[in-house]
């Protein structure tokens, strides 16, 4: 028998406050600081986003790559937001579990 996760794509509290957060970062990226966004491109047509913020702390990871993504569509475009395999929001701690710097 398969297993299915329903995923909750009900906004959370803060959430357009995040994703307008990120925009403003994606569209001016600042030199130091949070949010630490590392865009990684493996493959010609592949996406990796890793947004490392101390503010996803109480979010589910669901709702992390879902603002991840809406952000980056509005500031990349549709087109090129397609190209996204990977959108993950990680405190400081998980990136660091996972290798990710």
């Known amino acids: 028998m398969p297993v299915r996760h329903k995923l909750d ?11 307008k957060g990120l925009i403003r970062e ?3 990226p600042k030199t130091r600081g ?5 865009i990684e491109k493996p493959y ?3 996406v990796h986003l ?3 913020w101390s503010k996803w702390e109480k979010l589910d990871h669901a709702a992390r790559s879902r603002i991840i993504l ?3 569509t509005e500031v990349m475009g549709e ?5 996204v395999t990977v959108a993950m929001g990680l405190t400081r ?6 290798g990710i710097k």
């Open 93 to 98: 701690v998980e990136a660091t579990g996972l």
């Open 34 to 38: 949070e949010p630490d966004i590392v």
């Open 50 to 52: 890793y947004v490392i």
């Open 70 to 72: 809406d952000a980056y």
């Open 44 to 46: 010609p047509a592949t």
């Open 26 to 28: 994606l569209k001016k």
């Open 79 to 83: 087109k090129e937001a397609l190209k």
């Open 9 to 19: 794509k009900a906004k959370v509290p803060g959430e357009d406050t995040l994703r």
